[in-house]
């Protein structure tokens, strides 16, 4: 069975400073892994995912996320936030054909000026 | 535009009256899902549909039944709503393989009196 953790249910970050919002899973095959954001009052929309490619993934709005291994992580990260970053991420696997993904319980970013 | 629409967007309810929240996609995707989302919970699975008249429980399915009659629909009903319903619910969609992200819909931010 799979499993996605979330490390830190809120973040605080100032606006400029880098952002890092943590992922772990456990899967017993290779995943596949997502970020989503939810700005509020709004679904949930994709970031970027790794699909076995790169293991380096840029997304939308500056993001990236790296997939490693050994680490059975795939952590957020932005060099410089900005007050618009404020929202919820989720991080979620899949993995082979399985079409039901798993869904961490999200992290929500807070941006100060 | 491919998207999912969910209505209605808002719904203010008693305990015990029957209620349908529709979802519809509009890219001929074969799995279908809905989820509710709750403080400090996260997302937590409803429902899914693999295909036309597939269905099964998700985690938590207690107080809902699902249909899918079409590809492109997947009402939720809540037959008899009591007020531990009250809760903002999503519908998603996807191409049906792991590596396939979800497209989720506007929310439907329900409250049971």
């Known amino acids: 069975a799979q499993s996605v953790t979330q490390l830190g249910s809120h973040v605080s970050v100032s606006e400029g400073a880098l952002v890092l919002l943590r992922c772990n899973y456990s899967?017993?095959?290779?995943?596949?892994l997502f970020w989503y954001v939810q700005y509020p009052n709004q679904g949930l929309q994709l970031l970027l995912k790794?699909?076995?490619?790169?293991?380096l993934v840029k997304g939308i709005n500056g993001f990236e996320a790296e997939f490693k291994k050994s680490e059975t992580s795939f952590h957020l990260t932005k060099p410089s936030a900005h007050m618009s970053d404020a929202a919820e991420y989720f991080c979620?696997?899949?993995?082979?054909?399985?079409?039901?993904?798993?869904f961490g319980r999200g992290t929500s970013l807070i941006v100060h000026p | 535009e491919a998207q999912v629409t969910q209505n209605p967007r808002y719904l203010i309810t008693v305990t015990g009256k029957k209620l349908t929240v529709t979802c519809s996609q509009n890219?001929?995707?074969?799995?279908m899902s809905w989820y509710r989302q709750d403080p400090g919970l996260g997302l937590r699975q409803i429902y899914y549909?693999?295909?036309?008249?597939?269905?099964d429980k998700g985690d938590v399915p207690e107080g809902y039944k699902v249909s899918r009659k079409e590809k492109r629909n997947f009402p939720l009903i809540l037959e008899s709503p009591s007020p531990n319903q009250t809760s903002l619910y999503f519908c998603?969609?996807?191409?049906?393989?792991?590596?396939?992200?979800?497209?989720f819909g506007p929310g439907t931010r329900l409250t049971v009196l």
């Open positions: 899967s017993s095959v290779p995943p596949y």
């Open positions: 790794y699909t076995s490619a790169a293991t």
């Open positions: 890219m001929n995707h074969e799995y």
């Open positions: 998603a969609s996807s191409g049906g393989e792991g590596r396939n992200e979800q497209f």
């Open positions: 549909s693999m295909n036309v008249e597939v269905t």
């Open positions: 979620a696997s899949s993995s082979g054909g399985s079409y039901i993904p798993t």
